[in-house]
């Protein structure tokens, strides 16, 4: 690095080595859901159980976020990446070692561990090694991996356990990391390291509860009940620890989240923006493979084709919106791309029965083009107003963030659909009941048929409705949730307004004081 820290301009063959490492750990982690099935009859163990190789990752990677920002300040972007990777690489060749379900979830929490620092730290390595004016369009490609991965990842897991054994959809990370590893230690530049930096014990112990029992009550809730006593508590627990971690951060020097950062009024619109967009995107996401797997009656493979464009269209979009923020800056690029995604987004509350799949992939491209066009303008404009010194800190503070905002959405959205298809099947059975003239024609007709006379004929035609009304409860119940969707996307229009409309931020040279 040079004194004033503009980075050389040869960044892109090191950028592709930033890109690689977190496409890998995205891919990953999307395309194992769809093995959870095969994993269960091998392993022999229930859904819940088969869930936590899910959860398990979730939370490692919700606790490490945060100090990943030390560890590049103490020992460098460069070695904390090479690190990361490492213990990745070694997490998903235990995973494809395993021999139970248990040692499957210790080798997740492994893998998390490194998987979780992937993200924040390639970030920061992206600020230290790329110019301030070309900063979006590199931004732009490193999106593409956070884009791209999700939406193959099914895919490649529906084809893996098909053809291959589930064991591949682990072990093919080693060979990337191995190749990532590798280029990142030739190409990668050396960033400074402060060995003298002390360690923040008590916050990092306080964060790593907070952040577990946060994320654990937000991916429990659902099934335990939100007014049971142990996601009660786990809620009320992690609050006070995250208050108490808050207190501990604003009264010591060098913290291990600056949350004084929050002062930067630029960068607390940035990420409260970017929440309300992962609210509202990543807990829409859910949804749609919800309606058409249990509704339409695709497998995860025709669900990951059928979502393909969408992500190609993101994919192209993030280059795109990141030059055009470095020539024209964040807020008309934002404000265009969240209208984009509330539009689409909104049109998703008319799905039926009767839906098509070019429909429901055009919409879905539709809601990706303003996707691409937003989210990235919304995190840059944040990033770009942060002293360099303090760049590191600042992404594991905005991942963070959208780790739980993502969560919360997920946790949220479930149980509004839940509550609002109760809602809907309890009005479909009183106006559809054995006396309706609909369903009294129905049975009349069903009992003309050979052997469905008399009792047995109102027995299958009640039987019948009772299956059309839960599914149609269902779809109106995705259709509700998808407008709650939209009022969050909705909401983070105004806060675009306040981004700044200049071709670039300026960059204080001073770190924020306490």
């Given amino acids: 690095m040079k004194k004033n820290d503009q980075p050389s301009v040869s960044f892109w063959i090191p950028l592709f080595v930033v890109v690689l490492g977190a496409f890998a750990a995205i891919l990953n982690n999307s395309s194992i859901n769809v093995a959870l099935p095969k994993m269960m009859a091998i392993f022999g163990v229930s859904a819940d159980e088969a869930q936590w190789v899910l959860t398990a990752y979730m939370l490692t990677s919700g606790v490490v976020i945060p100090v990943t920002g030390y560890l590049g300040d103490a020992f460098g972007t460069k070695r904390t990446y090479l690190f990361a990777l490492a213990v990745f690489m070694a997490g998903s060749l235990l995973c494809g070692l395993a021999w139970s379900n248990n040692s499957l979830i210790v080798a997740r929490i492994i893998q998390g561990i490194g998987g979780g620092a992937i993200m924040p730290v390639s970030m920061a390595i992206v600020y230290r090694i790329v110019p301030r004016n070309k900063i979006g369009t590199a931004l732009g490609v490193w999106g593409m991996a956070v884009i791209t991965a999700p939406a193959i990842g099914p895919t490649l897991g529906g084809y893996v356990v098909d053809h291959m054994s589930w064991r591949f959809l682990f072990t093919l990370n080693v060979p990337v990391a191995v190749l990532a590893i590798a280029l990142g230690a030739m190409l990668l530049p050396e960033s400074g390291a402060n060995r003298d930096l002390k360690f923040d014990l008590w916050g990092f112990l306080t964060s790593a509860i907070g952040c577990f029992t946060l994320l654990l009550a937000l991916s429990q809730g659902?099934?335990?009940?939100?007014?049971?006593?142990?996601?009660?508590?786990?809620?009320?627990?992690?609050?006070?620890?995250?208050?108490?971690?808050?207190?501990?951060?604003?009264?010591?020097?060098?913290?291990?989240?600056?949350?004084?950062?929050?002062?930067?009024?630029?960068?607390?619109?940035?990420?409260?923006?970017?929440?309300?967009?992962?609210?509202?995107?990543?807990?829409?996401?859910?949804?749609?493979?919800?309606?058409?797997?249990?509704?339409?009656?695709?497998?995860?493979m025709e669900t990951g084709l059928m979502l393909m464009p969408a992500a190609l269209v993101s994919a192209v979009m993030m280059p795109i919106s990141g030059h055009l923020f470095d020539?024209?800056?964040?807020?008309?690029?934002?404000?265009?791309?969240?209208?984009?995604?509330?539009?689409?987004?909104?049109?998703?509350?008319?799905?039926?029965?009767?839906?098509?799949?070019?429909?429901?992939?055009?919409?879905?491209?539709?809601?990706?083009?303003?996707?691409?066009?937003?989210?990235?303008?919304?995190?840059?404009?944040?990033?770009?107003?942060?002293?360099?010194?303090?760049?590191?800190?600042?992404?594991?503070?905005s991942n963070v963030c959208r780790q739980v905002a993502g969560s919360f959405g997920v946790a949220m959205l479930t149980t509004i659909m839940q509550g609002r298809q109760t809602l809907h099947l309890a009005h479909l059975s009183e106006s559809v009941s054995a006396g309706s003239p609909a369903a009294s024609q129905f049975i009349r007709d069903l009992s003309g048929m050979p052997g469905l006379a008399g009792d047995a004929g109102q027995a299958t035609a009640l039987s019948v409705i009772s299956g059309l009304a839960a599914r149609q409860s269902m779809v109106l119940a995705i259709d509700d949730t998808f407008i709650v969707a939209t009022l969050f996307i909705a909401i983070a229009v105004p806060f675009a307004f306040f981004l700044g409309s200049g071709k670039k931020n300026t960059v204080p040279d001073e770190k924020i004081k306490p």
């Fill in 222 to 300: 659902h099934k335990e009940g939100w007014d049971s006593f142990y996601i009660i508590f786990l809620l009320i627990f992690s609050l006070s620890m995250l208050l108490l971690f808050v207190m501990i951060e604003l009264s010591i020097p060098y913290p291990m989240l600056n949350l004084r950062l929050f002062k930067n009024s630029i960068f607390s619109i940035s990420v409260f923006g970017g929440s309300l967009i992962s609210l509202g995107l990543f807990g829409g996401m859910f949804l749609l493979p919800i309606f058409t797997q249990n509704l339409m009656g695709k497998t995860p």
């Fill in 327 to 397: 020539r024209i800056g964040p807020r008309a690029i934002t404000i265009t791309g969240l209208l984009i995604l509330a539009l689409g987004t909104w049109e998703f509350k008319n799905l039926s029965i009767d839906s098509t799949v070019f429909y429901i992939t055009v919409v879905a491209a539709i809601r990706s083009l303003g996707m691409g066009l937003a989210m990235m303008p919304m995190t840059t404009a944040g990033m770009n107003t942060i002293p360099p010194p303090e760049v590191g800190r600042a992404s594991s503070l």
